[in-house]
């Protein structure tokens, strides 16, 4: 009778454990689609991604490389100060993207050129996003906005 507690009690354990694994790998394969890792110019250039990798992508536009064109595509470079990444984005951009702004942007490398699927732009005049903050920190060019 003890016996039979004791073997009762491993297999419940070794079930809990199994259900924990499958319930684990489930979640993980459900989000490897929903998460994005971000990725400053300069690593970008240093290592750059796989063609079917999305990923995010977050610095200034580089000041007089904004290019409106026919239709709704749009070009513009995003630096870190280190490096430089030739962005393509087709919609309508955010009300407050500019040159020498902050953005990130969602999605792929391909031929040198990150195809963007979307753009976010600072929200008022001191906010830049964090991942872009400390790129910029970590390259030695970033400087306190006025009136902090």
């Known amino acids: 009778m003890h016996g039979l507690k004791k073997k009762r009690r491993v297999q419940i354990v070794l079930v ?9 790998a489930l979640i993980g394969y459900a989000m490897r689609d929903g998460i994005n890792f ?14 079917n990798e999305v ?34 984005f087709t919609g309508v951009l955010p009300d407050l993207f500019g040159e020498n702004q902050g953005m990130i942007g969602t999605g792929r490398y391909i ?3 990150f195809e963007a699927s979307e753009i976010l732009a600072k929200h008022d005049e001191s906010y830049m996003p ?14 306190e906005p006025n009136g902090s």
Not at 38 to 46: K, N, T
Not at 76 to 84: E, I, L, N
Not at 130 to 143: F, N, P, R, S
């Open 55 to 88: 990923f995010r992508i977050g610095g200034l536009v580089e000041e007089g490389t904004l290019q409106r064109g026919a239709g709704e595509t749009i070009r513009f470079s995003v630096t870190d100060g280190g490096a430089t990444v030739p962005v393509t």
């Open 16 to 24: 809990a454990f199994a259900a924990l694994a499958i319930s684990t």
């Open 130 to 143: 964090k991942e872009v903050v400390d790129a910029l920190k970590e390259q030695g060019v970033y400087q």
């Open 38 to 51: 971000f990725r400053s110019p300069s690593q970008v250039v240093e290592e750059p991604p796989r063609a």
């Open 111 to 113: 031929n040198g050129v």
